[in-house]
């Protein structure tokens, strides 16, 4: 399977260049004009590297390049008209590879996609396949750093809150039930009482706003999962 590359660029004459000479190479291409089309290609088919403009409508590169590195560490190369030191040190600050400044040669940017392609890929293993990780939708939690992420923003969570948002996360659209969860997240000699269940669901609800977690009423709880 050839490598894939998302293009995120909103110059129709630019979008038509790089995609005719990427493929040309034998690259599969996908081409996006905002950075909010990109996150929605990240989320249902992620690129292998990131060709990103910096100056896009609506979310612009830098946010965009954040927003990938807080989930991966897939190679990214920014393409930008801004050619001044600072802006290209704060797009490799923020987890830029390369930084090509506008305007560029087709053919220069080739040998750094394959100079990159041949760099990253034996030692950059995509955090999909890594065993610390778990995604379940918007949901990302970094097991062995207990670190959650929710629609690509981190929270700090307490203890207990990120022993149920993991366990929740491990049996998508499992119902478990109140003592369930008391038994799992509070431990066999736990003595209180099961409202410790609902007072900590509360909780992450209000600290996630829009998180999936649902009442499965008369008995528990359970983290949606949106079927595929």
């Known amino acids: 399977m050839n490598n894939h590359i998302g293009l995120v660029e909103d110059d129709v004459n630019i979008q038509n260049i790089v995609s005719a000479y990427l493929r040309k190479e034998g690259y599969e291409v996908t081409i996006m004009d905002s950075a909010e089309k990109g996150w929605e290609l990240w989320e249902n088919n992620p690129p292998d ?14 946010e965009f390049c954040k927003k990938i590195r807080n989930e991966s560490d ?16 704060l797009g ?14 087709p053919r220069e940017l080739i040998a ?20 610390d990780r778990l995604k379940v939708d ?41 003592e369930e969860l008391l038994m799992k997240i509070w431990g066999n000699d736990y003595f209180g009482s099961d409202r410790a269940v609902d007072d900590l669901i509360k909780r992450i609800r ?3 706003d829009n998180i999936p977690l649902e ?3 008369g ?4 983290l949606r999962k949106d079927e595929d």
């Open 219 to 222: 008995f528990g709880y359970r």
């Open 112 to 131: 750094r996609v394959k100079r990159l392609f041949k760099r990253t890929l034996p030692s950059k293993k995509p955090r999909e396949l890594d065993e």
């Open 49 to 62: 590297m990131w060709v990103l403009d910096i100056m896009l409508p609506g979310m612009d590169g830098y």
């Open 138 to 178: 918007h949901l990302l939690i970094y097991k062995n750093d207990r670190r959650i992420f929710f629609e690509g923003k981190e929270y700090e969570v307490t203890t207990k809150e990120y022993d149920m948002l993991l366990l929740l996360g491990e049996n998508p659209n499992r119902a478990f039930s109140r």
């Open 206 to 208: 209000k600290k996630m």
């Open 215 to 217: 009442t499965v009423w």
């Open 92 to 105: 490799l600050e923020l987890g830029g590879d390369d930084y090509l400044t506008k305007p560029f040669s």
């Open 74 to 89: 897939v190679p990214i190369i920014i393409i930008s008209a801004k050619d001044e030191e600072i802006d290209k040190i």
